[in-house]
């Protein structure tokens, strides 16, 4: 089965580390998404990348990073300079044809 | 950012009642999707319509679009207390990165 796969479910970050959370999908699309959801908000975009190499920044990049180096894979880091990090981090993707693909989610919460 | 807003922020409904979602946007878009989430997962997606088309009807769904008014509104006929959930109107403008909006909390009471 095609599909977007999220990792892990929860993580629990300290404060002052950075964190990478996984994505990766074998749908073959090209462009991919990262999100954050917070309790009872909407998605705000984060990052997102529309090709292997290239990714631009979404309406709330600050304190964090992604990198694009194999179609499949979009992993999304929470640095440090993330100062209220806590929240709910949705990926997803997007082929030619149809609505985005969302992976299940991760939930970040410091400790 | 351009970003759909959802209105109302919560509704109640029974089961068997019809229930009514609108979204409101801001500038042009290429097309607009309704996605549903329930609580603590990852969105699913339900329709798309796109700015040459009016209507469009899913199932149960129907989504409708004004692009004069930058509006849409997504009906739910006949609703299951399995359609409890969080609604979501994003707008794809023509550079394709997705917005989202804050989503309708239904509760469909059995």
């Known amino acids: 089965d095609g599909g977007i796969t999220q990792s892990p479910k929860y993580l629990f970050r300290k404060e002052g580390q950075n964190v990478t959370l996984s994505c990766e999908q074998n749908?073959?699309?090209?462009?991919m998404y990262w999100y954050r959801q917070d309790p009872g908000q909407g998605l705000r975009l984060i990052y997102y990348?529309?090709?292997?190499?290239?990714?631009q920044k979404g309406d709330i990049a600050e304190g964090y990073s992604v990198s694009r180096e194999k179609k499949e894979s979009f992993p999304l880091t929470v640095t440090s300079a993330q100062k209220n990090p806590t929240a709910f981090y949705l990926c997803?993707?997007?082929?030619?044809?149809?609505?985005?693909?969302f992976g299940s989610g991760t939930r970040l919460t410091v400790v | 950012s351009q970003q759909g807003e959802e209105d109302p922020q919560a509704l109640s409904i029974q089961e068997g009642e019809n229930a009514t979602m609108n979204c409101s946007y801001k500038?042009?878009?290429?097309?607009l999707q309704w996605y549903r989430q329930n609580s603590g997962r990852g969105l699913v997606h339900l329709i798309l319509?796109?700015?040459?088309?009016r209507e469009k009807h899913s199932g149960r769904l129907r989504v409708t679009l004004d692009t004069s008014k930058k509006s849409s509104s997504l009906l739910i006929t006949a609703s299951r207390a399995a359609d409890t959930a969080s609604y979501f109107c994003?707008?794809?403008?023509?550079?394709?990165?997705?917005?989202f909006g804050a989503g309708t909390r239904l509760t469909v009471k059995p």
């Open positions: 990348s529309q090709i292997v190499n290239d990714f």
């Open positions: 997803a993707s997007c082929g030619p044809t149809w609505g985005y693909t």
């Open positions: 500038t042009s878009i290429n097309n």
């Open positions: 994003a707008t794809d403008a023509y550079n394709n990165d997705m917005r």
């Open positions: 319509i796109r700015s040459n088309e």
């Open positions: 749908l073959n699309h090209d462009a």
